[in-house]
């Protein structure tokens, strides 16, 4: 009788999305990727420990099960802290951030390199399979709206369909033969 309890409440986390989580990876790991053989697009988060938005996609959208399965899938994902001190090459130039004892964290130049003039948080960049940079959203974006522009992304779909035209169809059209390919049939 306990195991059975135990089986059910164990079932209702893991559909409620409790158990839902992206698998990151660090950058220093995916800055390895090999481009010749690589099959999955690159997706990198940029937040800051102090960025509030950061943390409401962390426990909300992150944590959805068809952001986190789109993400694993199809995606390697990489949160990445935007004004952390790693060091790593990508695509073969050196980004190295050091931060002055006492004074505000300082923007990693990768950070800079990638996002331009426009470094705000929450900010995504998505890589193609040869690490070209193909796409930046930028801003908190509930799990809806961020399953839809990942799955126009890494399906794409973005070749065929505007987004204003992919909006207008995702919920009827797209959205149930994602699922099924997500085996995520709700």
Known sequence: MKKGLLFVFLSVFAISGVFAQVNWKSIEQVAQTDWKTNKKMVFIDFSTSWCGWCK??????????????????????????AEGTSTFSWNGTKYSNTQVPGQRAQTHPFTRAI?????????????????????????????????????????GDNQRYTFDEYQKIFQEEIKPEMMKKLGLNK
């Open 56 to 81: 409401k996609m962390d426990r909300e959208t992150f944590s959805d099960p068809v952001v986190s399965a789109i993400l694993n899938k199809y995606y390697i994902p990489v949160q990445f802290d």
């Open 115 to 155: 996002l331009g003039q426009k470094i705000g948080y929450p900010s995504f960049a998505v890589f193609n399979k040869n690490g070209g940079l193909t796409q930046i959203l930028q801003g908190y974006q509930n799990a809806y709206e961020f399953s839809m522009t990942l799955w126009f992304l890494c399906s």
